[in-house]
């Protein structure tokens, strides 16, 4: 498993430059879990590309994203009447700026929403902005990638093996742009991971938040719930505070 605070040191330094928000390290913490919640997924290397994926589709943020854009934009490029429209399958107005990209990997297009939503068991399609939740872009890009959703091409076409392409996996999102550049991160993220691993560490996992018991029929409640400390929160506390 991988000893979070040696994973996140080493970040820090290469290729955040010195210096990690709490954003930061709640999303590469929930790209983490998901990797330890999937045990068909071993080779290091694919979790480096997808984080350098994630640097690079969220601008570092490495927080799930909308696609830059208005709704005009997007309908004009994705609408069903479009070239791209009909290949992502969008078929009703508005489709273009209801199913924009959005998550770690811009998830995009009503067919696109659809299959991911069947594969989560969720009802994707029909509210668009879950695909923004930590757990389910993660989810999302996870077997986006490994399965060849995006551009029919998948991480064990690049990486298997002996083989290691960073530079062409660029292609299971799009095409060849900025694929040294990404390149770089998958090196400078590999590195980090192999540093951090550790045999001996059972999972970490984000725990489930706990299920408030129902009131009374009578009782409206707190009128202002106190504010708590979420686990990534105490998390980056203990790690950078």
């Not at 999302?140 to 959703?149: D, Q």
Request: hydrophobic share 40%; glycine share 12%; charged share 20%.
């Amino acid at each position: 498993m991988i000893d979070r605070k040696s994973f996140f040191d080493a970040v820090r330094k290469s290729p955040f430059s010195g210096r990690l928000t709490e954003g930061q390290v709640a999303g590469m913490g929930a790209i983490l879990d998901e990797w330890e919640r999937r045990p068909s997924f071993t080779d290091l290397r694919w979790l480096a590309y997808m984080l350098a994926t994630t640097f690079h589709e969220t601008a570092r943020k490495m927080t799930p994203i909308h696609e830059y854009g208005k709704a005009s934009y997007f309908d004009g490029r994705y609408g069903p009447g479009t070239s791209v429209g009909k290949v992502l399958g969008n078929t009703q107005p508005g489709d273009g700026s209801r199913f924009h990209g959005r998550g770690y990997v811009q998830l995009t297009g009503r067919r696109n929403y659809t299959l991911a939503g069947a594969k989560l068991g969720i009802a994707l399609a029909a509210d668009p902005d879950r695909a923004l939740e930590l757990n389910l872009a993660a989810a999302i890009m996870f077997l986006g990638m490994s399965e060849g959703w995006f551009t029919g091409k998948k991480l064990a076409d690049y990486i298997n093996g002996t083989k290691c392409d960073y530079t062409n996996a660029r292609r299971i999102i799009n095409g060849t742009d900025k694929a040294a550049t990404i390149k770089g991160y998958a090196v400078a993220f590999e590195a980090a991971l192999r540093g951090a691993w550790r045999a001996d560490l059972a999972p970490v996992l984000l725990p489930a938040e706990p299920v408030p018991p129902p009131l009374p029929p009578d009782d409206p409640g707190p009128v202002s719930p106190p504010a708590t400390e979420g686990f990534w929160t105490r998390l980056w506390r203990a790690l950078f505070g």
